[in-house]
């Protein structure tokens, strides 16, 4: 059974930092690329970061974007979302997914497997 896990959540300051995990088991996605979203309340899911297979691709919703790096451990079958200077409009739900193949997407459509997801709030 193939399963993705998030963790890491919880609540962070604003300005501060929280580094959520997805951990894949099941089969190794070392050849899918990876990616992470985020649903607020209310609110539609959203892309907020994604990685090639390799590590050598990153994408990165431009809210994020030099706040947020996205990494992958292919030997431990783990992708990493480090959140930097966290803003009061980053709580959200974060999941975690893996895309059916190698190319990096921003949609939500191009990804077959999701985690539960990890709850990310934030104080000021």
């Known amino acids: 059974q193939v399963q993705l896990v998030e963790s890491g959540g919880g609540l962070g300051q604003a300005g501060g930092s929280l580094r959520l995990s997805c951990a894949a088991s099941g089969r190794t996605f070392s050849r899918n690329a990876m990616g992470w979203f985020r649903q607020a309340p209310g609110k539609e899911r959203e892309f907020v970061a994604a990685i090639s297979w390799s590590g050598g691709i990153t994408y990165y919703t431009n809210s994020v974007k030099g706040r947020f790096t996205v990494s992958r451990d292919n030997a431990k079958n783990t992708v990493l979302l480090q959140m930097n200077s966290l803003k009061p409009d980053d709580p959200a739900f974060y999941y975690c997914?893996?895309?059916?193949?190698?190319?990096?997407?921003?949609?939500?459509?191009?990804?077959?497997?999701w985690g539960q997801g990890t709850q990310v709030t934030v104080s000021s």
């Open positions: 997914a893996a895309s059916m193949g190698i190319v990096v997407c921003r949609t939500t459509n191009e990804y077959a497997y």
